[in-house]
């Protein structure tokens, strides 16, 4: 599943290569920025050397307006991204269903269909775009953070980080808790969609019967 899914970034493999490259630098500046923050309280201030603290200062809004930048990029094209996978994987999804056997369409509602290929493909194209920046950003992030905080002090960046095991063991637990109510909840959207779409299909023959009320207590 996983090949299957990876193979959707080669068409657009320089849109995915620009916004993890953006993911990096947003990734160091956030690392950076505190570091200089800190040095230029420490030692710049102090020493009221005016000319280097309004040298530091630009560097920040420099780095500040960087990483503005790189944010506009990840959100805009992170999301064309997305969108160009999502018509990939839907082109390609209602390709296969032209191949099913009629036999399929006979135990499948079409608003179970039309479920699968519009909100369960929009949610894998948030994934495709999020996924693979949000973990590289993450990562890096950790451990980043980890190799500068142990240049300050060793024992309160081990105490600090000892919680890290616990999150990795609740993420874990919770996720696979949530996996089986996100897949509830798809299930349950995709009943819906076949309701609404029996009903609204069927909308003739329910108001020559005025029948309303009973197909508004069925959604």
Not at 27 to 43: E, G, H, Q, V, W
Not at 191 to 212: A, M
Request: charged content about 20%.
């Amino acid at each position: 599943m996983l090949k299957s899914f990876v193979k959707y970034y080669r068409p657009h493999l320089r849109l995915f290569i620009l916004d993890m490259l953006c993911a990096v630098l947003i990734a160091a500046t956030d690392l950076i920025y505190p570091m200089i923050t800190r040095k230029m309280i420490n030692n710049i201030i102090p020493s009221k050397n005016i000319s280097l603290i309004l040298n530091v200062g630009i560097v920040l809004l420099l780095l500040y307006l960087l990483r503005m930048a790189m944010e506009y990029i990840v959100g805009y094209y992170g999301h064309v991204l997305g969108v160009r996978m999502e018509y990939d994987m839907r082109r390609d999804m209602f390709s296969h269903i032209q191949t099913l056997p009629i036999s399929y369409f006979d135990n499948t509602k079409t608003g179970q269909i039309m479920s699968r290929i519009v909100n369960d493909l929009n949610e894998i194209s948030e994934l495709a775009h999020h996924g693979p920046e949000d973990l590289f950003i993450s990562t890096l992030m950790i451990l980043g953070s980890f190799v500068l905080l142990l240049r300050l002090n060793v024992k309160l960046t081990l105490i600090v980080f000892t919680i890290i095991p616990f999150m990795v063991y609740f993420t874990i637990v919770y996720n696979s808790k949530m996996r089986k109510n996100f897949r509830r909840i798809r299930e349950s959207l995709a009943d819906v969609n076949s309701r609404l779409e029996d009903s609204i299909s069927g909308i003739r023959v329910v108001k020559s019967f005025t029948n309303e009320e009973y197909e508004i207590g069925q959604i």
